[in-house]
Every structure is written in structure tokens, then in C-alpha cells.
């Protein structure tokens, strides 16, 4: 009861300052924002069609698959195993996709294993001396692997962790790294009402390598005679993974056994950007079959590119408890127009 106690008081306290930090809002965008220092940036790519719905405003919502990018916490609420696909035709010459697999309803916890990948389209190689193109061709990928662990630790609070190998590659130069996540998720005593928070990618820096840095000099040009043909290395730097601090809150308006409406709210504290905060809401209809989404993405962030997000799912409930979740999201870009982006979810 002492422990209760403690974690109540505490969550408490977090959830005045994240109301104190939200007020404060406007006044974020004015801080050194490092845009464009990170390495690995597809690891901020929202995850699940519910999740960019409600405008990302979702740390403290995430309790499919989906919650090994938002808050791994949320993975000690799935009771059952579940397979989750998450596809989106992105930018132009981008996909995105995630794969996510989980086991849970035991008092030991569950556990999750998810596979992100951003790729792009094959494209020409190009050269100095070659402008139009060379005859070969080329890719790009990032990839991470996950796995994640998550328990309840009291009926009201959940904690949860993730492990991942992170790649990117692109022609025949790659650079890699490891990378951790920790969530925590509390059912307040307020009715309706939770506080999610997550840290993401907290890593090792990751440097670029490979035979594409390779350069032929000549380590004497004043001297006749000497081997022209050394080979050298480009060196890169290295840089930081994208660190992400997400602090949330969500309120069930109202809920029963036909409909629900819940509101989200969440500051995200990014090490490559200013601060920013994502709204949403969701709409629950049909005894709870249909779900409607709305949202609004990097509120308070100067020169942001993302906007409006809207959304929608339909829960089908099979023989024997098996479930199906189909969503679909729309993600406003300011200069790149719409993405789509679509998930299946089965759970057994």
C-alpha cells in the first residue's frame, strides 16, 4: 500500500507539471531548436493508423502492438496474442511499414517484437562527369528491430521497456546502432483520466561506413613517380538518434458499452527540434465498432510541416473472442501534401 501511495503521489505531482508545461507552450518555439542533427530520423515516424489519427497525441492511449513506439508500457494492457500491420504509401518516393507481433495476458507481463522500415523506390546513380544518370541504380533503407518487455506493477501502473537494433543504409554504405526505450502508464484516481510517459531512442551515436567513402589519393602530388592510387577513407561524423521525451494525457469524456468519446493531449521534448504539442480526439459508435478520429500535429512549433490528421477504424469481433481492427489515417503535410496510411490489427 506504501509503494500505491508513493506512485500515486508522484503521478500526481507529474501531471500538475505537465499542465504547467502545456501553459507555457507558446513560449517553446523561441528555444535553439537543432533541427536536422540527428541521425536515424524515420525513428519519429508515427506508428498505427489510430496513433496519427489523434494527431500522435497518443502515449498514454497505445495498447496494441503499435505501443512498442509509443510507450511500451501500454503493452502490459494486451491479454492476448496479437499481429499488427501498419503500411503507408509516404513521401514521395518513400514507404513506410511496421510489423509488430505481441504475447501477453500473463502475470509475468507481455512481451513484443516489432520490425519498422523506411525505404525508398530505386533510383539512378549520378556522378560529376555523369549528371543524367550512369546506368546503375540504388537504394535506400532504415530499419529498426525491436523487442519489448512490459508488466503491470500495481492494477493502476504499468512500466515498460524496448531494445532495438537500429540500420540505415544506403548504395554500399550503412551506419548502425543500439537504442533503448522506457514507458511508464497510470490509471489516476480521477475518473477517465491517464498519464502516459515515454523516453525513445536513448542510444549510441551512428556514423556512416562503407566502400562508398572510398577515395583514391595521392599522398605526395608533388613528387613524379610515387603510387597515385592510394586508397583513402572519407571520415563522417557522428551523430545522436533522435531522443524523444512524451508526456500525456487522456480523458474518457464518456464512456458505455455503445459509445465513448476520449481527448488526448501530449508534449513531446525532442533533441533535434523545438517542443512541441500534439492534440486529438476519438470517437467511439455501433456498440463500439466504428471509431472516428481527429487530430492536430506539432501545435506551437515554428516552421512545422505537419497538420490536421483525420481517421477511422472498424472493430470486427470474430468466432471465439478473435478480433480484427482495420484503420485508416490521413496526415496533412504544409508542403508535401497528404499520406495515407493504413493498419491491420489481429488479435486471438
Known sequence: MKTYHFLKSTWKSLGVVMLIVLMAAPGWGQRVKKVGTAAAPFLRIAVGSEGTAMGSAYVSMAKDPSAIFWNPAGLAQIERLGFYVDHSPYLPGLNFNF???TYGGHAWGTVGIGVTALTTNRM???????????GETFTAASVAVSVSYARYLTERFSIGGTAKYVNERIYNSSASGFAFDIGTLFVTPFKGIRLGVSISNFGTQMRIRGE??????DIA?????????????LKTNSFDMPLIMRVGLSWDVWQSDQSGLTVAVDGVNPNDNAQSVNVGAQLVLLNRMLKLQAGFNDLFLPDREKG???GMGLNIRQFKGMGLNIGYAYQSFRYLGGVSRFSIYLSL
Open 124 to 134: 539512378e546513380v549520378t556522378t560529376p562527369d555523369q549528371p543524367m544518370g550512369t
Open 221 to 233: 602530388p608533388d613528387i613524379n613517380g610515387n603510387n597515385q592510387s592510394v586508397v583513402g577513407e
Open 99 to 101: 510489423m509488430g507481433f
Open 212 to 217: 562508398d567513402l572510398n577515395v583514391r589519393v
Open 308 to 310: 490536421l490528421t483525420l
